[in-house]
């Protein structure tokens, strides 16, 4: 089952605001920097690939009270491979360790969120590395015929209508092109996409139709254009590192699930009544289904 991919996370918080002197973002940096094995910056334009420190930025789409500072941490991506643990490019732990000793390090800062925050989680086939279109149509598969049970593992205001998911979380299954189809004519069409570009259209598309897609979806495949990744966006903000972990752990099972099936078998499993608890024991190797290796 082994399968290096590699990891990164936006962590959407809140802090509180200091002097104009002297930031929210700088007072992270400063904190993170204390560490021995982390480094951070604060970066206002746009996060470069091949980025292996972590960035403290802020983030307009975070609604924030007076004397609160909404920020926003990325850590640079960290490679998994299930079953063992191993080093990243700058951190020298595994990413959980990473992601415990930099919070250890703010904890005196009392971050917190809100329900306009989120966690938004990058996966790559490894640092460096993008995905091909297979696998991308597999991911598809899972995380859209699949959305709404995806959905229960969340907090209801991260699925339910309201002005901010209709801005940032938009639902795949219900957007323009999917809404109308049934999931078998649905997995045929996301199959039968012939570049990222054309899946992004399919299941991102862009609802002022401006643009061919958005980014702004539970599961955003546009992240492949600018990171070569898959982004996440689906859970709400936490600085808690059990639901952090738990997240984590529960993406890379099911995209490792998508890697290792072929497609008309990991459709049909998706087109099954299958629960979504099942299937994660699956993909954990805990059960079989034909055509899995």
Not at 148 to 164: C, E, I, K, V
Request: with cysteine; net charge positive.
């Amino acid at each position: 089952m082994a399968r290096t991919l590699s990891i990164g996370f936006e962590f959407e918080c809140l802090a509180h605001a200091t002097s104009r002197d002297y930031s929210c973002q700088d007072r992270i940096v400063d904190a993170i920097n204390l560490t021995t094995a982390h480094r951070a910056r604060c970066r206002f334009d746009h996060y470069l690939p091949g980025e292996t420190q972590w960035i403290v930025t802020n983030d307009a789409s975070i609604v924030a009270r007076p004397g609160e500072c909404p920020v926003e941490l990325i850590s640079p991506p960290i490679e998994d491979d299930a079953g063992l643990n191993l080093f990243g490019p700058t951190s020298q732990r595994e990413w959980k360790h990473s992601i415990a000793e930099v919070f250890a390090s703010l904890k005196h800062l009392n971050l917190w969120t809100n329900p306009t925050t989120g966690l938004h989680v990058h996966l790559a086939p490894g640092i460096g590395r993008t995905w091909t279109l297979p696998h991308l149509r597999r991911i598809a598969l899972i995380f859209v015929l699949l959305e709404r049970q995806l959905d229960m593992y969340h907090s209801p205001h991260r699925w339910r209508t309201s002005p901010h998911t209709t801005r940032y979380l938009q639902s795949m299954r219900r957007s323009r092109f999917c809404v109308g189809m049934t999931n078998q004519q649905l997995g045929n069409f996301i199959l039968e996409t012939r570049s990222w570009q054309e899946l992004a259209a399919l299941v991102n598309p862009d609802p002022a139709r401006r643009e061919p897609y958005s980014r702004y979806y539970k599961v955003n495949f546009t992240a492949m254009g600018v990171h070569g990744t898959v982004e996440f966006r689906q859970h709400e903000g936490t600085v808690e590192l059990p639901d952090i972990f738990g997240w984590g752990d529960t993406l890379l099972v099911l995209v490792r699930l998508a890697i290792r099936a072929d497609d008309q078998s990991l459709l049909q499993l998706c087109l099954s009544k299958i629960k979504l608890f099942d299937l994660i024991a699956l993909a954990k190797g805990t059960k079989w289904f034909p055509g899995l290796g």
